[in-house]
């Protein structure tokens, strides 16, 4: 009984270890290949050795508090044209936006004569990007430190040009319910958005999350009187039976866009039009 008990915990030892490697294998090639796959998808930026000394990756925190007492105060505008060439021109904004590449890269190969300006919660990811930014030598495209569920409106009020598009793509979904106050699409952002985009402007949200998408989608449903899904204005813009674009419109993925189809997940996308002035006693809660 004693030599039975011995072997099997021996077995157990032997056999445990490779079992453990395999899987830590299969994480490390898949981070491999997702790496890989942005590299590749962002290749002619040539970022990689703009950041030498600090490494092409950062450590940072996947998921932050917006609750927290760091992040309550509104960030102030900058001078805007310190930051931008031309100030006036229409602006485009990328709620979370993460390491910056998809906007940057939107800055440097768009023919759309526009700015760019990144709003992100995590401190060392802007502080790299604007790094970039400073080195590519990009005057139409900016990053700021800022909790947007905060900072939207002042920021865009202080913006001289029209605010023609604003994009939300995979933010951190909090699964949790009790959480879910902590997404950074809440109403008073919507009625920030959906007051100070300009008329014609757009809104793209999007999320390999499906909770997460419809919750965005919901939200500005719910403004049927001022917003028309894109897709019934531009034929261009293709959707399934269920009313989820088919494609990205934007001509390049974001990171995390990159990770989720590797990964086999499905990007649930919805445009909207603002075809309608935004009247301040209109809201949802």
Excluded at 31 to 48: K, M, P
Excluded at 106 to 128: C, D, F, M, T
Excluded at 187 to 203: E, M, Y
Aim: aromatic content about 8%; some cysteine.
């Amino acid at each position: 009984m004693a030599w039975t008990a011995a072997a099997s915990l021996c077995c157990r030892l032997v056999r445990a270890p490779p079992v453990r490697r395999r899987a830590r294998r299969r994480t490390l090639c898949s981070a491999a290949r997702s790496t890989d796959a942005v590299d590749r998808e962002y290749a002619d930026l040539n970022l990689r050795p703009l950041y030498p000394n600090r490494g092409h990756h950062l450590r940072i925190r996947q998921h932050v508090n917006p609750l927290s007492a760091l992040f309550v105060e509104p960030t102030e505008p900058p001078e805007w044209t310190e930051v931008f060439e031309d100030p006036l021109l229409p602006l485009m904004v990328d709620i979370g936006c993460g390491s910056g590449r998809f906007l940057v890269w939107l800055a440097k190969n768009s023919g759309e004569r526009r700015n760019y300006l990144g709003l992100e919660i995590r401190q060392k990811l802007v502080e790299r990007t604007q790094f970039w930014v400073t080195e590519l030598g990009l005057r139409n495209v900016y990053f700021m430190f800022a909790n947007a569920t905060v900072s939207f409106e002042q920021i865009m009020l202080s913006y001289p040009g029209p605010l023609s598009l604003v994009s939300i793509l995979c933010p951190d979904p909090h699964f949790k319910k009790r959480h879910h106050k902590r997404r950074v699409l809440q109403t008073p952002l919507v009625d920030s958005i959906t007051k100070n985009l300009c008329l014609g402007g757009r809104v793209l949200v999007q999320s390999d999350v499906l909770d997460v998408a419809t919750d965005m989608r919901e939200r500005f449903d719910g403004y049927a009187d001022v917003f028309e899904h894109a897709d019934r204005i531009d034929k261009d813009l293709q959707c399934d039976d269920e009313g989820w674009l088919l494609d990205n419109p934007m001509g390049i993925r974001t990171e995390r866009e990159i990770h989720a189809e590797l990964e086999g997940a499905t990007i649930y996308r919805r445009m909207y039009q603002k075809t309608r002035c935004f009247s301040p006693d209109y809201s949802i809660s």
